[in-house]
């Protein structure tokens, strides 16, 4: 199980993924479930955050004449 919290959004999907598939199979030991289960927790926290870090990118686009992008406008301001 890898660093969750610098995980790419594309890696993040592609772990929970495979902690899922481990999960519905259920052959794991109930220990080692628990353990997937608090890392697909961390799994979706993240993908949840890299979400919305890109929505809010989106919503900053700066629109030009015809609604086209011209920029990008700073996340805190």
Do not use: W
Not at 29 to 55: F, M, P, Q, T, V
């Amino acid at each position: 199980m890898s660093d969750v919290e610098n995980m790419s959004f594309e890696d993040a999907i592609k772990e929970l993924e495979k902690v899922v598939g481990q999960l519905e199979r259920g052959d794991v030991a109930l220990d080692e479930s628990i353990a997937l289960y608090e890392h697909g927790a961390a799994l979706k926290a993240r993908c949840e955050a890299k979400l919305k870090e890109a929505e809010e990118k989106v919503a900053k686009i700066t629109l030009g004449e015809g609604a086209s992008p011209v920029g990008t406008a700073p996340l805190d301001g």
